[in-house]
């Protein structure tokens, strides 16, 4: 069946400008030593219609055709994952974004959480991840004695795994990273890319809820906390929601600031270096179908959707 889809003449291809062809020649055109891959668009398109069609328990020859015809002339317009690697016979994602799951609060877990990562980039997809779960700088790991580094110290972990990984390939990372606005290293991750080269392949936003917002307005105090499990912490104690619990759990509270002061770094931050976004995330939780199972935390990469934990987006237009 496929032999009978329509061909197309390398001097006909459907590009309308040189720098469209050089997108698809360098980023989604396959190719193959064997058997020469994808010679114009309409290969691609072959190539993607018969992957998708496979799938089908019947009529896969219907099902081939009706996606090539979709697909021919660019009436519609894949992910740039399935455009690049559907048919190719590649261990690749089909996925363009995903948001990872929790971090766990330890060494264990932050890598195993770094490990995910670093295999879903490499099979093509980006990634977001919440941060708040880790303790905050300056904090006792009291099972081996050591200090915490805090978030923003990890996130240098991760941003150097996707130059290592962008090193062996022809595709830019990219990564979200996001962090409460009542974590106690708020203020550094604020001005965390203010350092020249700094988590450059991050984009950064802050999950600011109602409460932060309605402190701002009456130019109240803010507490700025984190969990406390064991319940050995001295200091004042509050429950928050927070990301990897149920239900609302003690934390302890770190210090108070204005919350008039962090909302204008934010707003300053922003102005003069266009990072940290900001994620309403009390508002995105009540808009989301799935609220009543499911919390959102964090986005895709570039900030498009909201997505819960191991969630991933699937493009098209």
Request: hydrophobic residues 40%; neutral net charge; glycine residues 10%.
């Amino acid at each position: 069946m496929t032999g009978e889809l329509p061909t197309e003449r390398a001097s006909e291809a459907p590009f309308r400008s040189d720098v469209s062809r050089h997108v698809w020649e360098t980023k989604y055109r396959y190719r193959d030593s064997r058997d020469g891959g994808d010679r114009t668009i309409a290969d691609s398109w072959r190539r993607i219609a018969l992957a998708l069609s496979a799938v089908e328990t019947r009529d896969q020859d219907l099902w081939e055709r009706r996606f090539f015809d979709i697909l021919k002339g660019f009436k519609f317009l894949p992910g740039g994952r399935i455009l690049a690697g559907a048919g190719t016979g590649r261990n690749v994602t089909l996925f363009n974004c995903f948001v990872m799951g929790t971090i766990e609060d330890s060494m264990e877990g932050i890598f195993r959480a770094l490990h995910e990562g670093a295999i879903t980039m490499q099979q093509g997809g980006g990634v977001g991840y919440d941060f708040s779960t880790v303790r905050p700088r300056g904090t006792r790991a009291r099972g081996v004695g050591a200090i915490a580094s805090g978030p923003v110290s990890f996130m240098a972990v991760w941003d150097a795994m996707c130059e290592t990984i962008l090193s062996t390939g022809a595709r830019r990372g990219a990564m979200m990273g996001t962090l409460r606005c009542d974590h106690p290293d708020i203020e550094e991750f604020v001005s965390a890319k203010q350092l020249p080269g700094a988590l450059r392949h991050f984009n950064l936003s802050i999950q600011v809820t109602d409460a932060f917002m309605d402190a701002v307005r009456r130019d109240a105090e803010w507490d700025l906390a984190f969990p406390d499990i064991a319940g050995s912490e001295s200091g004042e104690a509050i429950l928050r929601d927070w990301p990897g619990y149920g239900e609302p759990v003690r934390c302890r509270v770190h210090r108070r600031l204005r919350a008039r002061t962090l909302w204008e770094k934010i707003l300053r931050a922003t102005y003069d270096h266009a990072e940290p976004g900001v994620l309403f995330i009390d508002r995105i939780n009540r808009f989301n179908n799935l609220w009543y199972r499911e919390r959102i935390t964090a986005t895709n990469p570039c900030g498009e959707i909201p997505l819960p934990p191991y969630g991933a987006c699937d493009l098209g237009s």
